[in-house]
Structures are given as C-alpha cells and as structure tokens.
C-alpha cells in the first residue's frame, strides 16, 4: 500500500470516528450547525480523496451520504432518530469498505465479490425503503432492521420533503445516473458556502490546521522500541547510582543522569498516552444502538474525556468497559414502565467516569438501575456450590456482591439466565487484572450500581519492593503490597500461631495466613522465622486475597523493568516476568496472584479479606502517623502519607535554602521544620570515615503534589478523635486528639510549592506547637 | 534424521560444514555455527527457583531476559561450579542460552566424515545428539540447537 492510501485510511477512520462522535451528538442537539457541518466534512473528504484515489465504490457511497448530509445541512431534512439511524449505517459502511482497503491495498482486487455485494445492498432497497418508509418513520423500530441497508435509505424520505425523494429514486433505479445527479447537489452545496468538491483536504487542513502543523504520526512499534531503551537506560541509570554513590566526583554527573532519565523517560510515556476518549467517543453509539434493542431510555453522561492512559493499556480496557456498560444496560437501568413505576425518571442514567489518582487511572461505570439484588446473588452462589449457606449467612452485602466476580457464577447466570446481574464479570475482572488493574463493585437494591476500574498508568515500568529469599533477589511488586511486619529476632519464636500445619499471624487482632516464600521456593525448607535475625512479613493483598509473605530479608524499593519471561518459567506459575536490578542482579518477579493460588489461599481467608481491606479503608479517614520532630510531637494524616524513606543525608539537595529530595525522579519540596537538616549535616561533615548519617523523610501528597516532611522519629499509627472547643462546640481545626495527647496535624497545604523557592513554614510550627 | 549436518551431506555433499565447538565434561561437542546469534563468556546465570531441571538460570541479554538450558545437567553431568560460556542460539522458538563449560574454535570439516548417532547410544541420549564428525584425534559430537529449545524440552519432558 502506498504512503498516500495509508493516510487516506488514517485519515477516513479518524473521520469517521469524528463523525460517529458527532451523529449521537446530533441527536441531542439535532439544530446544531456546527455538528451537522463536521460530519458533512467527514463524509465530504472521504469521497473526495476517493475520487483522487480511483476508489469508485467507495466514492458512490461517500456521495450518497454527502447528498443526504447536504439536505440536512440546508434544514430540507431534519436530523430525525431514523435519519440518524441511517447515517450511522453509512458510517458503517463506509468503515466496511475501508477495511477492505485496508486488507488488499485495492477495493477491486482480491475478494471483491462481498464488497460489491456490501454495495449492491446499500443499493437495491432504496425504492422499496421508499414504500416503506413511511409507517417506518415513527418509532425506531427501524434500527433494530435485520439489515444495515433497511436502515440507511428510508432515512431521508420520511422526513423529506418531495425535493429529495426523487433523488433518491433515481439513484436506485438507475445507479449510474448517480454520480452525475449528485455532483449537482455537491455544486449546490459548494454555493452553499462548503469548501470546494475538488480539493478533499482542503477543509480539514483548514479546521485543524494549528494541530496538524505541531504534531507527527509515530508508528506504534517505533513507540514500544522507544519505550524499551528507556526501560533499559531506567536500568543502567540504577547501576550507575548505585555504582558511583560512593564517589563523591561522580555524584553530580549520575545526579544529573537520574534526572534527564527520568524527565526522558516520562516524555516517551507521555507520547505512548492517549485520551480515554478514544476508547469513550464508541460509546454513545453502542449505547443508543443497545438501549433501542433492550427498549430501555438511557442517558449517557461521560467525565473525564481528557485523562490519559498508555495506548496499550488503552486497548485492553476497551473489551472490560463495553461488557461493563452492556450490563449496566441489560440488567441494571430497568424498561421505562418499570422505572416509572419504581417513581424514577423513566429516562435512565448512565455515567461514565474517568479520573487520574496517583498512579492509576479510575474508571467507573455507573448507573441509576435496579442494583443488584444481594439475595439473588447468595441464592445463586450457594445452588453452584460456591459457598456454603452457613458461610454466606455470615457475610456481609458487600462480600456477598464480590461474589458475582467468581467464575463459576457468571457462567450460571448466563446459562440459567436467572441471576440480576453478573454476566461475564469475571471477564470484565479478568481482563483488568491482567494488566495490573483492579475491579470494584457498589450496588444498592433500587439505587444502581457502580463498577469502578483502576489501571495503573503503565505497564512497562511498575515500582517493586525488592526482597531476598534463598539468597536471591525477588521483586514484589507494590500495587499488591500492602504493608511490611517487621518481627524482631527476639520475637521470632512466639510471632507465629499455628492451627495444626498452617502457619498464622495476628495482624491487629485477625488471622493472617503465611506463606513462607523460601518453602514455597524450596520445599525442602522448613516453616519457621530465622531466630538470629529480623524477620519481615510482606502483607499482600492480591485479587482480594490477602496472606502474609515471610521472606528472609528486605532490600530498597525500586522501579524495575519488566522483561517477559519465556513460556517454560512462565508455566512455573510463580513469576509474571523479570527484571534487572540496579545492582546488576537479575530478580524475578512474584506474582502474588498466582503464590496465593498455589499456597492455597482461598475463598474463605478472601472475603475476610475483602472485610478487613473495608474496615481499614473507612478507618484511614481518622487515622494519622505520629511522628516526632526535635523532640515535638506531630500528627501527619495516614492517609496523605505514600511512603517512610530512610535515606541518607547527601540524598538532600538544596535549591538555594530550599532542601529538596529527588524522589523517584521527581524533585519534593522538603519541609524541615525541626530543623533536623543542620545539625545532621554538621555531624556529616566532620569526616567520620563512609559513616553516612540517616534522616527520615515522611513523604505525603497533597492534593496533586508530593511533599516530604524531615522528622526525628516515627512513632506509631493511631486513631485521633476531633477536638471541640469547649464553649463554642465548633471544631478545631489542625488538632487531634492522638493516644490522649492533644497533637497538632502538620498542614501538608502550608509546605511551599518550590516554584516560589521560599520556605514558608509558619503554618506547620504553628500547628505543630499547639500539643506542646 | 533431520540434523543439519545430514541436511546439508544430502545438498552439496563436498561442501565444507563450519561447526564451533564447545567442551562440556571431557567431551566436544560441535554446534553449527548458522544457529549461533552470539557468545557470552563467562556467566553466572541467575537460578530459577522450581524451574525444570534443565533449565540453567536466567541472563541478562541486550535488554532482554534469556533463559539458559543447562548441557551439563542434560547430560547427568554435575553442575558446574564457577562461571561458564554461553551460546545464544537460534531456534524455531525463539532464542535461548545453552551454558558449556567452555567455548572453543571454529572448526571447519567434510560432510564426509559424518557419522549418525550409533545404535548402542541409549535413548536420552540420541533423543538430544545428533551424531558426530570424525576429526583426526577424536570425535565431534553434533548438537542440534532444535533439540535444545526448552520449550521441546519441556514436551518431552511431559511426554515421557
């Protein structure tokens, strides 16, 4: 295929998405000029490119549609539901034949005959659509035709006047006095003020001109090779670190490498994101499509247009999203008479939402439907044998919903056809998790219900927890991760709780079962923590199962690369791939999905899971990190808090006074309150050999940005009650009550943004001598 | 018999074959050297827990990770201590490591010489070799970079 034919197919599919964007605008807004007018230009430039290509058939089905648009546009037709209708089936067509171009280079060579056919059927019915056209007019019952074609040519008649129709006839009794009829329409429309006939790109250039000038077409493949030398460049700047981190020579040079990596590294996955709305703009389409087939009234409402998302990533969400919206239609928004009944607006309502926290990207499905009802699901669940009846009469709604993500269950319900709700949410389930995402389900009974998707950012580079085992490195990585036991020697014996062979830790008062990974690796190996040295529980949380990994040590975290492992390791089931570490290392990479399988983790520790993952979640609002610095105590809410850095003190850089920290390739402002930094750097600088003093670093987000706050020490994870001021019953705001102390909570919003380059920390002494 | 070797007797009788040979244990082994993409030396692979038996570890190679099949082990050799040569070959399944004790030269020698695997050789053992070239002092065994794949290994494996 020639440079010039791929980018006409670009070009075409990227208008023809355009145009279905805007066809199911039209429908809300059927007077707007200036959506009628953009699907005009989509249709216009296509047949005009054809022409210039020689793509005959394409170009005769282009016109029909410009001829149609044409009369539209001049308000001789009004954008009616069927005339809507049938637009859509000419964008279908049109995506059809472009395909074909697509597949052989050529519409007239190779399988020609389905494209004719695809053709003549466009053709053919056109006089009969006529006839029928006009009992079809009213209701839309028209879409729901067994054929494309029914749809697209009885469209213009009913709501045509007689001005139209005999073009339209002509056209379809003698299909080679088309092409000479419509060119007059397309003169007439070029009076109207289009932009010439002859000239395709001309209007396009024009409307995007500002964009098309800044901005280049990347082959995807050159992408992925793009981003995979920075995984490796990732790799080789974590060696030079750790390599030169002694040399004091060579700190500004790495320095500087770790920062440009860093920016590099940003900037390609920056290139490799797109805007949901190229998976959300399909949409509207298949929900107008579907709501017509189920006879149900939907309104769509989309959020978050704008947030971005790896293209691959992209790609993979797409099938979850569509099976999540398809429920949500199916079995939640309820027919129109049921919903009046139940007293809502019989119109439905359908939210799609996207939104960036942090490091993934949320994606909800909502809707305003029947819910789920939680009995169904038990009954359901319990006659598959999925749980016994004396287990879920003890589990709580919100477990009992989860249930519908068990594979069996899904199966039932669509062989059965009985279940409220659940068809193929494990696939939905499935396909997220695969790529490191997370589903959520919230449903209320006559409410609606909500399926939340998290998706990281990226898959390339994940940040992981290193942690040794049998002597090696192994990488954990930290989306599964939910917090680190520390058990020291001393309470090595008496840590762990067995029930005959199970090994269980008592973790704020539940039972967490173990997994020791260097029995899980070597089976060999006996169940029981090294007496003579730390011992560390990783506690993961993976699929909603949560147990306790006991590994032989830590090392630091890392942003590793992930490297595909071949079939023969990957059939192991322990390993989703593997990586270099910055000390040259190869790790592999856990999959904590798979260990949970494989130690046995099942259903029951799983919903207990899922309990204590709620309890905690609600807990965290109140719950705050006491910290103390220079000899204050402080209270940091637990919730803002990402992460507790031991970290050496050279790793403070200074932006005039300013200290800063380059975190993970992103510059924090430091807050040093207590004026910890000082007196650390001078014990530094008296030269006590390679002796390096340590500080701590808290470091929290605040709203959209992460700051990191210098303490003394942390001292533990508690509760706070709110404070009123006696008298006037009113709050008091940056106060806590923390272990029966009143402590002041350090004001993250009072850390100056580095651009200003001033500190201004009033705000957080203030509020940290309050509890004095 | 569908070693290269044999391949290549059968197309141009006279032609010389170019085969590198690797040393594992006290034997020499000859690798055509078609398959060989490139020669590390001197590796410590990193084990793999739980892995198959044959599978040697994994390295680091040009950005990617790189399973290594064992010779040693596949013979009943023991392990090897100390670092040892890797050939990354080329095989219908993608690339892989074969880890020999040692990497020699590149011999050149008459399809003439060749001789199929004996019938004496027990069935491990003619299931991976792939007979062997006559040199002057002694013989160079074939290996046949297909057979070594570890995903064939690993059907074998489940085979038996």
Redesign the interface.
Known sequence: MDELTREFLIESQEGLDRMERCLTDLETRPQDAALLGEIFRSVHTIKGTTGFLGFKRLEKLAHRGENLLGLLRDGKVAASRGVITGLLHLLDGLRVILKFIEADGCEGTGDDVALIEELEVLHAPAGDAERVSIPASGPPVLQNGPSPSTGLKPAPAPAAPSSASPVTAAESSAPSAGPQIVPDLAAEQCAAGVPAASDAGKPRTQAGASTAESTLRVDVTLLNRMMNLVGELVLTRNQVLQATAADPKMTLLSRRLDMVTADLRESVMKARMQPVSNIFSKMPRMVRDLSQSLGRRVHLEMEGQETELDKSLLEAIKDPLTHALRNALDHGIEPPEDRKAAGKNPEGLLKLRAVQEGSHVVIEVSDDGAGIAVEKVRDKAIERGLITPDRAALLGERELLQLIFLPGFSTAARVTNVSGRGVGMDVVRTNVEKIGGKVELDSRAGKGTTVRMRIPLTLAIIPALIVRSLNQSFALPQGSLSELVHIPPERAGTAIEWIESAPLYRLRGRLLPLVFLSRLLDPSRACHLAPDRDNFIAVLDADGRRFGLVVDGLADPEEIVVKPLSAVLKDIGLYSGATMLGSADLALILDPGSIALKANITMNSEEEGAAQVEESDEAAKAEFLLVEVSGRRAAVPLADVLRIEQLPLSRIEYIGYRPVLNFEGHLLPVEDSGGILAPAAEVQSVPSGTDCAQIIVVVCRDGGRHVGIVVSHVLDVAAGTDLFEAGTGTQAGGVTMLKNRVTGVVDLGGVAPLVQGEPAHEAWAQSAEVMA | MTAPATAVRNEKSQAQVELCSVRVGKTMFGVPIGHILEIVGSARP???????DY?GG???YR?????TVSLRQLLGLPPCEGAQDILVLESQ??C?GLLVDSVGEVLTVSPADFEPNPSILDRRHSALLAGAYKLKDHLLVMLDPERLD??R??QEMAER
């Not at chain 2, 990193?46 to 198959?52: D, I, S």
């Not at chain 2, 950005?63 to 399973?67: I, M, N």
């Open positions: 990193q084990p793999v827990p739980l892995a198959p599978v994994l390295v680091h950005g990617d990770v790189l399973t399944g993608g892989f570890p995903m290994l690993a």
